[in-house]
């Protein structure tokens, strides 16, 4: 297949909202692919990192926001769901891009299999493990948006 320009379009950047540091993904310009990107260590102001996010945000050239929702094995709520809503909020307030919200249920798990894989030296680990989570937070909404959430 041959891609013009005009096929190109705004990036969906995903962000595994951590209570420390912030994940954060994108996707290939077509959005098929998730890519790990950076990963945003927190200041403690609410208003500081989602300012720092708005400015990753425009950086990536971003048309959609994926936040990942952390519960619990049984799919229900737990304390850090509420964390992660209230920032989520927060964003949403500051920008007039769409914020998906997407399960993110074992993404950190399978970082870490895929940093074991990799060898990743143990002292670089937190370096990369939220961006590789939010890349597979990334993967599983643009899978379910294309498959219907029948994955």
Same mark, same amino acid.
Do not use: W
């Given at each position: @297949?041959?891609?013009?320009? $005009? @096929?190109?379009?705004?990036?969906?950047?995903?962000?595994?909202?951590?209570?420390?540091?912030? $994940?954060?993904?994108? +996707?290939? /310009?077509?959005?098929?692919? *998730?890519?790990?990107?950076?990963?945003?260590v927190?200041?403690?102001? #609410? &208003?500081?990192?989602?300012?720092?996010?708005?400015?990753? #945000?425009? %950086?990536?050239?971003?048309? %959609?926001?994926?936040?990942?929702? /952390? #519960?619990? *094995?049984?799919?229900? !709520?737990?304390?850090?769901?509420?964390? +992660? @809503?209230r920032?989520? &909020?927060?964003l949403?307030?500051?920008? *007039?891009? /769409?914020?998906? #919200?997407?399960?993110?249920?074992?993404?950190? @798990?399978? *970082?870490?299999?895929?940093?074991?894989?990799?060898?990743?030296?143990?002292?670089?680990?937190?370096?990369?493990?939220?961006?590789?989570?939010?890349?597979?937070?990334? !993967?599983?909404?643009?899978? &379910?948006?294309?498959?219907?959430?029948?994955?």
């Amino acid at each position: @297949m041959c891609y013009t320009s $005009g @096929m190109i379009g705004k990036r969906i950047v995903a962000f595994d909202i951590g209570d420390k540091r912030i $994940g954060v993904a994108v +996707t290939d /310009p077509f959005n098929e692919y *998730a890519l790990p990107s950076e990963t945003y260590v927190r200041r403690g102001s #609410l &208003e500081e990192d989602v300012g720092a996010l708005l400015s990753i #945000l425009r %950086e990536k050239d971003a048309g %959609e926001i994926v936040c990942g929702l /952390p #519960l619990n *094995a049984d799919g229900t !709520e737990s304390v850090q769901t509420a964390k +992660t @809503m209230r920032f989520v &909020e927060a964003l949403r307030a500051r920008t *007039a891009l /769409p914020v998906h #919200l997407q399960d993110e249920r074992y993404t950190t @798990m399978q *970082a870490r299999q895929v940093q074991i894989a990799g060898g990743v030296r143990r002292k670089d680990k937190k370096k990369s493990i939220d961006s590789i989570a939010a890349s597979y937070i990334l !993967e599983n909404y643009l899978a &379910e948006k294309k498959y219907g959430g029948h994955v």
